[in-house]
């Protein structure tokens, strides 16, 4: 990641001086200032110029015309840098990585495994492609080539580079990665600090493939970051990738594959150039046959559009009473992003009159915060509800209706804070909450950042509830239920029966959960009732029980380059100053288990150990 040199600035102080005097000059540039108080980290770079000759104006010959002309400003150039490394070096560091951690992880694994990550960035698509089939024939590394072969896997999405996107979608769509692997590979995809045109229809190939619906968060996040730095208005092909989401949707998101729906609406969500969509969320919020998790996933995909979008169908849409609550409210947050004086007072004359508590209870509680909010990014909504008095009658009880929570706090002296906001939502039809949300941003060096955002939805907990603690429940009155006599005589076929009832009951259980980093979701998760969809079989629990039987060892490595940033500051000499952090963590686990399985239907005895190793 490559820090914005804009915000930061550069002092240059010289003396007067005559054409044959010696001239001082100093380039002072404050790094990481709090921009109100003088504090902060300096890097002062001083140049002495001294007059060595003098040529009388007349005798110089211009040797060749001016043909361009150019600022003198610096420009910064991203992306990949001149090929240096040859895919030898590569090989050698793999194989030192080999030999070094034949037995475990050494403390200088870490170092060597940033040093292949840097070398790996000066490779094209095809030297990567032939040391991973190198990496195949066991001989390239005798006695430890799995390791091997996953520092090299490791390594190749935190690279960053088109190189590296390219080989990362040829090996998901040649399935030659499966899993957990694919799930990391594609999260690292969120955090490529500049990507470019051909990294986007690299990833847009997949979108038709096997693992097409996983794609489109990393795509959008991808999409939201090209888009900040390039004018994607009349891009064509960013509108060919825009046009494979909307298809996804269909006329208004009717399709036989939920999933895709909504992590097409996730998707959308994630991206700022998204107005033409807005006849069809509207269709997809509005089409009350659609499940509710579609309909609140169409709502909140509008939360990156330019207040300049127009909000109007949302704004009737929360006034509207026959709707849900937690659509209502979905849409009223979507609506306070930009609030104006107008939305704010159409807001306050639904409040006035609102029946739902639930609503009321949210609504009146977010208004209040807004108003006590120390954050100097809601100063201008503060502003407008300074004059107003809210109804009281909605301050309600906080176990059992809909509120917003948030903490802020702000230093005027160091231009610096923070705020953690949450939105519990319950429903009128069940005694459990709807849904919940927590967000963490701060105000740091001028500029607010979402670190973190956490949230999930579900229906159905309350049978799930009643099904084991109800007055019909298993657990009834706290304790197992009277006819299934002691615990220790339960017995297979009564664990059936209580499965049968739940299943009876539960019919209507599912949910959902995501995260969103610096304001891109990066992660969603939809679950139901039924067992949980193995992605590629993420973990082979039946298979490790199988080794630990058999008493063989099993055995964990992950490396991770967690950090990697750099600040490049301009200097008077003509030489950028470029500063560079960046950290790695290798992790490899042992374990070994013993089961006595003579006896199962008494005991199992379980002997073994745990080595880790960092």
């Not at 400003?73 to 050698?92: C, N, P, R, Y």
């Not at 790996?120 to 005798?142: G, R």
């Not at 659609?290 to 909140?300: K, L, S």
Request: charged share 25%; aromatic share 8%; proline share 4%.
């Amino acid at each position: 990641m490559t820090l914005d040199p804009g915000q930061f600035f550069g002092l240059t102080r010289g003396e007067r001086c005559g054409p044959w005097a010696t001239c001082y000059l100093s380039n002072a540039s404050l790094l990481f200032g709090f921009y109100v108080s003088p504090v902060g980290f300096t890097a002062s770079l001083p140049q002495l110029l001294a007059a060595l000759t003098y040529i009388p104006l007349r005798q110089i010959i211009l040797m060749a015309e001016v043909n361009r002309r150019d600022t003198l400003l610096f420009a910064q150039v991203h992306g990949e840098k001149t090929i240096t490394s040859s895919k030898k070096q590569v090989q050698d560091k793999l194989k030192e990585l080999c030999v070094t951690t034949e037995n475990d992880i050494r403390p200088e694994t870490p170092d060597l495994f940033a040093q292949l990550v840097i070398l790996m960035k000066k490779l094209d698509a095809t030297n990567i492609a032939e040391i991973y089939d190198d990496l195949k024939i066991p001989s390239y590394c005798l006695n430890n080539i799995q390791r091997a072969k996953t520092f090299f896997m490791d390594a190749i999405p935190m690279v960053g580079t088109e190189a590296a996107v390219r080989q990362i979608s040829k090996f998901i769509m040649n399935t030659d990665v499966t899993g957990a692997l694919i799930e990391s590979w594609l999260v690292s995809l969120h955090f490529i600090p500049h990507p470019t045109k051909d990294m986007l229809t690299d990833i847009a190939k997949m979108i038709s493939a096997v693992h097409g619906t996983k794609i489109l968060l990393p795509l959008s996040t991808m999409m939201h970051t090209y888009c900040q730095k390039q004018s994607c208005e009349k891009d064509n092909d960013i509108a060919n990738i825009l046009e494979k989401l909307i298809a996804n949707l269909g006329n208004d998101c009717t399709s036989f594959n939920d999933e895709k729906v909504l992590l097409t609406l996730r998707a959308i969500g994630n991206i700022e150039q998204t107005q033409t969509m807005i006849p069809v969320l509207e269709k997809c919020f509005s089409r009350k046959n659609n499940t509710m998790g579609i309909r609140v996933a169409a709502v909140e995909a509008y939360r990156r559009m330019p207040c300049a979008a127009d909000r109007n169908n949302l704004l009737a849409l929360f006034r509207n009473t026959d709707e849900d609550s937690e659509l209502r409210l979905a849409a009223y947050l979507q609506v306070m992003k930009c609030p104006t004086d107008n939305i704010l007072q159409q807001i306050k004359e639904t409040l006035m009159s609102e029946e739902v508590n639930q609503v009321g209870s949210f609504v009146w509680t977010h208004l209040t915060n807004l108003r006590e909010s120390s954050s100097p990014y809601k100063e201008t909504v503060k502003t407008m509800l300074e004059s107003d008095d809210l109804p009281k009658k909605f301050d309600l009880d906080q176990r059992k209706f809909s509120r917003n929570y948030e903490w802020s706090h702000y230093s005027q002296e160091l231009n610096m804070g923070g705020m953690l906001d949450s939105n519990l939502i319950w429903s009128p039809e069940s005694f459990f909450p709807k849904s919940l949300s927590a967000n963490l941003s701060v105000e740091l060096f001028g500029h607010s950042v979402n670190l973190l955002e956490i949230g999930g939805r579900a229906e159905g907990l309350d049978y799930l509830l009643e099904s084991y603690f109800g007055p019909s429940g298993y657990f009834k009155d706290g304790t197992i239920n009277p006819d299934e006599k002691d615990c220790s005589d339960i017995k297979m076929k009564k664990l059936e029966k209580v499965d049968r009832n739940f299943d009876k009951r539960a019919h209507g259980l599912e949910g959902a959960m995501y995260t969103r980093v610096f304001g891109n979701e990066v992660f969603y998760n939809k679950f139901e009732q039924s067992a949980p969809k193995a992605s590629g079989s993420n973990f082979k629990i039946l298979e490790m029980f199988l080794e630990f039987a058999k008493g063989n060892e099993i055995s964990y490595t992950k490396s991770n380059m967690f950090l990697d940033s750099s600040l490049i500051v301009p200097t008077i000499i003509g030489l950028p100053l470029n500063l560079t952090v960046n950290g790695t963590v290798s992790v490899d686990l042992k374990g070994r288990v013993t089961f006595d399985l003579a006896k199962l239907d008494k005991k199992i005895l379980i002997d073994g150990i745990i080595e880790p190793r960092y």
